[in-house]
T-cell receptor
Framework: GDSVTQMEGPVTLSEEAFLTINCTYTATGYPSLFWYVQYPGEGLQLLLKATKADDKGSNKGFEATYRKETTSFHLEKGSVQVSDSAVYFC???????????FGRGTSLIVHP | DADVTQTPRNRITKTGKRIMLECSQTKGHDRMYWYRQDPGLGLRLIYYSFDVKDINKGEISDGYSVSRQAQAKFSLSLESAIPNQTALYFCATGGPGEETQYFGPGTRLLVL
């Protein structure tokens, strides 16, 4: 079945630092790829997505590019804020099965 | 108003008790899912339903059952709760032709 490997956290950064959270996956075919974010005390919500190879998803200053050759979908942000402190989940969408596979999540802590 | 609601938000119960967690959605989606989240393990799929007459086991269905009472309602039951079912439970929905999932705020369950 599909699988996802995310870098382990917590990732601790100072405000305005550059963020990278690595994500690699194995999947049948070429599913859509997602990053979800979970703020403290809340459910997951979609952060960004990419539906085909070389697509770049972006939202709230975060970006991730669908790399078919390396089966990766790394999340980046040029300058993090304290309000970005959350848990981030990488997830291939499951293709036609509509059963996504979630990574274990990476906790991000941003200090002022 | 939230599109996906879960009740209760917090629940404490004792070993052996039967409890039900409820999920309602106003998005008109056919697909509904139940996940549990444990620290360090990410999200694991318990059950899912692609329409009112469709129920499928997920990765960790043992000890759980579900009921899809209507398109908008999907309930999760723990027939005889045990302490290792202590976790955060999420309901999610999915819309037609898209792989994005929409999550409720979660139910925090403690089994003593």
């Amino acid at each position: 079945g599909d699988s996802v490997t995310q870098m382990e956290g917590p990732v601790t950064l100072s405000e305005e630092a550059f963020l990278t959270i690595n994500c690699t996956y194995t999947a049948t075919g070429y599913p859509s790829l997602f990053w979800y974010v979970q703020y403290p005390g809340e459910g997951l919500q979609l952060l960004l997505k990419a539906t085909k190879a070389d697509d770049k998803g972006s939202n709230k200053g975060f970006e991730a590019t669908y790399r078919k050759e390396t089966t990766s979908f790394h999340l980046e942000k040029g300058s993090v804020q304290v309000s970005d402190s959350a848990v981030y989940f990488c997830a291939p969408g499951g293709g036609g099965s509509y059963i996504p596979t979630f990574g274990r999540g990476t906790s991000l802590i941003v200090h002022p | 108003d939230a599109d996906v609601t879960q009740t209760p938000r917090n629940r404490i119960t004792k070993t052996g008790k039967r409890i039900m967690l409820e999920c309602s959605q106003t998005k008109g989606h056919d697909r509904m899912y139940w996940y549990r989240q444990d620290p360090g393990l990410g999200l694991r799929l318990i059950y899912y339903s692609f329409d009112v007459k469709d129920i499928n086991k997920g990765e960790i269905s043992d000890g759980y059952s579900v009921s899809r009472q209507a398109q908008a309602k999907f309930s999760l039951s723990l027939e005889s709760a045990i302490p290792n079912q202590t976790a955060l439970y999420f309901c999610a929905t999915g819309g037609p032709g898209e792989e994005t999932q929409y999550f409720g705020p979660g139910t925090r369950l403690l089994v003593l």
